[in-house]
């Protein structure tokens, strides 16, 4: 079938050019993760690593303050109770570097792998393509890569919170097992297969559409 | 598929081609080809109405239901 030449929306225009650069950008960051996983691998930092990483965990504080708002001429008196935060290893020890920068190779390899199939299925949408089986598949391929970030930061959470959370002693908080779930990846990943199969729905109508005379 | 497009034989008895069809219809040769061929998943009651106009046939010289 020919296909005809129609002007792209801006929406489109946007949509592409955006993935695009957030996608090169990506691409620089995970080259410098990269780079600074092998240097912990093979210990370049010699015990002088100041490793800061999030801790995926609630954390009991009682704190107090004042909020001063320019709504009212009054302070309020106000009180942390739970937060979360992160967490700076002093002078890291090399393993322990090693582990987190195993984590960080494996993150950054997903989320790779998921800007690639994403530019892929917005490169096709920009081209004119939409329903389309390769759209399909690209689809299904994220939403089953976003289940295995989910999967993957789930597995995260609890070794933070097993590992490094419940053998932390501090004087004034108390670590709570409160662990973060990230269960909006999921609903995300199942928002993406649903889509997946609205398109393949899409696709029918438009075969049925090009064979119809 | 049970439904049988007899388009050739149609154009073979008022001895005309497949280019003079999509001519005088205004259908394209790519959208008349898969009609003959039968690929056509569905046929719009305008093409079919050209169709007849021009061949001066009746949608049932055209088209042929045969049980699989």
């Known amino acids: 079938m020919i296909m005809e030449a129609v002007k792209k929306p801006l929406s489109i225009k946007i949509i592409y050019w955006t993935t695009s650069i957030a996608f090169w950008i990506f691409v620089v960051v995970a080259i410098l993760g990269t780079a600074l996983v092998s ?3 093979l210990n370049v930092f ?6 800061h990483v999030g801790l995926p965990v609630g954390i009991n504080i009682v704190e107090t303050g004042i909020l001063d708002l320019d709504l009212s001429s009054k302070y309020i008196d106000v009180q942390f109770t739970e937060m979360v935060g992160k967490i700076q290893f002093k002078d890291t020890p090399a ?3 090693r582990i987190y920068g195993g984590f960080m190779l494996i993150i950054l390899g997903i989320f ?3 800007f690639i199939i994403f530019r892929r299925f917005i490169t096709n949408v920009y081209n004119g393509v939409y329903f389309d089986l390769d759209n399909i598949a690209l689809l299904k391929r994220i939403s089953y890569a976003l289940v295995l970030v989910w999967g993957f930061t789930v597995f995260y959470s609890y070794f933070q919170y097993f590992y490094i959370a419940q053998n932390l002693q501090f004087n004034s908080i108390v670590i709570t097992n409160d662990v ?3 269960s909006e990846i999921l609903v995300g990943a199942l928002f993406i297969w649903v889509l997946s199969h609205i398109f393949m729905k899409g696709c029918e109508l438009q075969d049925e559409h090009n064979y119809t005379v | 598929m049970a439904i049988i497009v007899n388009l050739d034989i149609m154009l ?4 005309m081609s497949l280019t003079e069809l999509s001519n005088s219809v205004g259908i394209t040769m790519a959208n008349l080809s898969i009609l003959k061929k039968e690929k ?3 046929v719009r009651f305008s093409t079919l109405d050209a169709i007849c106009k ?3 046939c009746q949608p049932g010289d055209i088209l042929e239901y045969k049980p699989d």
């Open chain 1, 39 to 41: 240097a912990l691998m």
């Open chain 1, 46 to 51: 010699e015990g002088d690593l100041q490793l």
């Open chain 1, 95 to 97: 393993d322990l570097g």
């Open chain 1, 112 to 114: 790779l792998y998921i």
């Open chain 1, 180 to 182: 973060q779930t990230y």
């Open chain 2, 12 to 15: 073979a008895k008022r001895k």
């Open chain 2, 40 to 42: 056509a998943k569905a």
């Open chain 2, 54 to 56: 021009t061949l001066d």
